[in-house]
């Protein structure tokens, strides 16, 4: 079965901080893809970035970035420098590559305030 | 390009009332999604179509609830005999055509069953 995992419930910050939220999964499909998504209070989910299994090289985006390891089934998030507007609840999502479904397993999210 | 719409943003119903749902994906995406998302909780699969086929429904589609997507655009979502229980937010998502391609999301219907 598949399964992600997002330990921290709450994150609460002060602007300027670096923050990294947590995400573990669980899959037995050698190819599938993360996803992380942002849901800003208005409730819309907002791609982020999207990951297959095969490559594990980090990424940056601005003030974001993402850390993959295999070893430990992890696709961690970082922002650097956080700002109040990523005030949100962030998600972690798995898609196995052996269903040709494409459904998303999401995470629980993870609710990140930021504050001035 | 826009993205993917629905209407209602907000329902309000009372306990067996049946209500409709509708997505707009947004345009050339071959695949649409449903997901539920319960307060405090990651969005569940509920259904998916592949043009105007529904491939897969997943275990929470009740017999109560039915999917459509006639001419393979836009879809809807109804639910019969609504109850307390269906009280959450209806997601809906599309992408373009293979199971791996990005599913970009709509605002969501936010149903509210007295």
């Known amino acids: 079965a598949q399964k992600v995992t997002q330990a921290q419930t709450e994150i609460s910050v002060v602007e300027k901080e670096d923050v990294t939220l947590d995400c573990v999964y669980e899959t037995r499909d050698t190819t599938y893809y993360l996803f992380w998504y942002k849901q800003p209070p208005s409730g819309e989910l907002v791609f982020l970035i999207r990951?297959?299994?095969?490559?594990?090289q980090n990424e940056i985006s601005g003030r974001y970035s993402w850390n993959f390891q295999k070893s430990t089934s992890s696709f961690n998030f970082t922002i650097t420098a956080s700002q109040v507007v990523d005030s949100a609840v962030y998600f972690c999502a798995l898609s196995g590559g052996s269903s040709n479904t494409g459904k998303l397993i999401f995470g629980q999210g993870t609710t990140l305030q930021v504050k001035p | 390009d826009t993205g993917v719409s629905q209407d209602p943003r907000h329902k309000i119903t009372k306990r067996g009332q049946n209500v409709t749902f509708r997505c707009d994906p947004i345009?050339?995406?071959?695949?649409l999604y449903w997901y539920r998302q319960t307060l405090g909780q990651g969005p569940e699969f509920l259904t998916y179509?592949?043009?105007?086929?529904?491939?897969?429904k997943s275990r929470l589609l009740s017999d109560r609830f039915s999917a459509e997507r006639p001419k393979g655009s836009f879809s809807t979502l109804e639910i019969q005999r609504t109850e307390q229980g269906d009280s959450a937010m209806y997601l809906c998502?599309?992408?373009?055509?293979?199971?791996?391609?990005?599913?970009?999301f709509g605002p969501g219907t936010r149903l509210t069953v007295l």
């Open positions: 179509f592949q043009n105007e086929a529904q491939l897969e």
């Open positions: 998502a599309s992408s373009l055509s293979l199971s791996t391609d990005t599913q970009y």
């Open positions: 345009s050339e995406h071959n695949r």
């Open positions: 990951r297959n299994s095969f490559d594990e």
